[in-house]
Every structure is written in structure tokens, then in C-alpha cells.
């Protein structure tokens, strides 16, 4: 059975850092691409940051260009998200996901999800 469970997540302040993990079990995920998403209350789930399956690419939305950084780490078959400077627009849950498709920045092109981690950025 195919897993990705998220961490690190939590309540923090406007300008705080915080990291992100997804570890996979089940499967091998060294030939896919890894995506990150968050969805707020009320809103449609939005693509947030995705890397290739050498790291070499990286992909961002603008507006977290410059704050998050992605990263993985095929020996441990898991995926990062390094948050940086947050703001209370960060607040979501934060989702990871698994794609061996090219179009990184849909939703719908994951085939495998996580459950979500909530991360709360206060003012």
C-alpha cells in the first residue's frame, strides 16, 4: 500500500521559517516528480512548488517564488518544503504528491497524495 505522510506543520508567527517532510513508504518514488499543494478554507486546492526526479528542475508559484524552496532526497524516498519568511496568506493545509507527468503545476496530474499537514501563520 502506497503512503505519503506529511509533517511539520503547525502554528507559527508572520516572518517565522518552517519545514515541511513527506516520506513515502510503499513504493519507490526515485522516477517521479514531487509537487507540493495547499488548499485554504474556501478555496480551491493550489499548486505551491514541484522538482523533478533529479532535483535538477524546480518550479514555483509566484507567490511563494523566493520564500519556499523544494527539495528531495531519493535515498530516504522523500520530499521538503523549506518555508521561509511566512505570511498569514500561507495559512492552508499543505498537501504532497507524487506525478510522473511533465504539466507539475495541476492537480490533477498526481497520481499519489497525502493526507495534508496544517500549517496556521499568525499575524
Known amino acids: 500500500q502506497v503512503q505519503l505522510l506529511e509533517s511539520g506543520g503547525g502554528l507559527v508567527q508572520a516572518g517565522d521559517s518552517l519545514r515541511l517532510s513527506c516520506a513515502a513508504s510503499g513504493r519507490t518514488f526515485s522516477t517521479y516528480y514531487w509537487g507540493w499543494f495547499r488548499q485554504a478554507p474556501g478555496k480551491e486546492r493550489e499548486f505551491v512548488a514541484a522538482i523533478s526526479w533529479s532535483g535538477g528542475n524546480t518550479y514555483y508559484a509566484d507567490s511563494v517564488k523566493g520564500r519556499f524552496t523544494i527539495s528531495r532526497d531519493n535515498a530516504k524516498n522523500s520530499a521538503y518544503l523549506q518555508m521561509n519568511s511566512v505570511k498569514p496568506g500561507d495559512t492552508a493545509v499543505y498537501y504532497c504528491?507524487?506525478?510522473?507527468?511533465?504539466?507539475?503545476?495541476?492537480?490533477?496530474?498526481?497520481?499519489?497524495w497525502g493526507q495534508g499537514t496544517q500549517v496556521t501563520v499568525s499575524s
Open positions: 504528491a507524487a506525478t510522473r507527468l511533465l504539466t507539475v503545476r495541476g492537480a490533477g496530474s498526481y497520481e499519489y
